[in-house]
T-cell receptor, first 115, second 112 residues
């Protein structure tokens, strides 16, 4: 009964390839997020979706394209992978995007390694 | 813009020692403040939060008080355990779309 799940957990690929990471939440939340955690553990927001609509895009290169087929899923597709894309990517969800005090629930992370 | 500053780690303590991890923030308006914890190999879990000035968040023996006058939200625990070894993140969100701005994280290592 995992609340926020991500697949795959590990992803190793070559530079220039295209890959996708999937995220699903079963909490009934309206808002989902992608965060990137670099090698120094620093976490930064990438995207936020509310009810399948993009509401936040934090100057992420357009090689990254999120897709939300329904409000329980938010996938991340990455084109032309670069070495600097190596990181841990976390999906998260929350109920209400409007109040600022809402708890976000995080998935277990996907460790992407680009060779 | 928003920013969060945490003390650098690692913080190394013996079991039953007192813990303080400092966190200060810069934000417009009245942000909500959070502490998240990341155990090795896992995702982030909410540890505690406070949504207005002078609120105290608490959970699992950890506490933090939202101090608007000093723009701080320091994490404390009276007696740490080996199982508390993890990375602790201070974070804030403003009203709007709840995206979290994180500090750089502080690794806590507790030895028996």
């Amino acid at each position: 009964d995992t609340a926020v799940s991500q697949t795959p957990k590990y992803l190793v690929t070559q530079m220039g390839n295209d890959k996708s990471i999937k995220c699903e939440q079963n909490l009934g939340h309206d808002t989902m997020y992608w965060y990137k955690q670099d090698s120094k553990k620093f976490l930064k927001i990438m995207f936020s979706y509310n009810n399948k609509e993009l509401i936040i895009n934090e100057t992420v290169p357009n090689r990254f394209s999120p897709k939300s087929p329904d409000k329980a899923h938010l996938n991340l597709h990455i084109n032309s992978l670069e070495l600097g894309d190596s990181a841990v990517y976390f999906c998260a969800s929350s109920q209400d995007p409007g109040t600022g005090g809402d708890t976000q629930y995080f998935g277990p992370g996907t460790r992407l390694t680009v060779l | 813009g928003n920013s969060v500053t945490q003390m650098e780690g690692p913080v190394t303590l013996s079991e039953e020692a007192f813990l303080t991890i400092n966190c200060t923030y810069t934000a417009t308006g009245y942000p909500s403040l959070f502490w998240y914890v990341q155990y090795p190999g896992e995702g982030l879990q909410l540890l505690l939060k406070a949504t207005k000035a002078d609120d105290k968040g608490s959970n699992k023996g950890f506490e933090a008080t939202y101090r608007k006058e000093t723009t701080s939200f320091h994490l404390e625990k009276g007696s740490v355990q080996v199982s508390d070894s993890a990375v602790y993140f201070c974070a804030l969100s403003n009203s709007g779309y709840s995206t979290l701005t994180f500090g750089k994280g502080t690794m806590l290592l507790v030895s028996p």
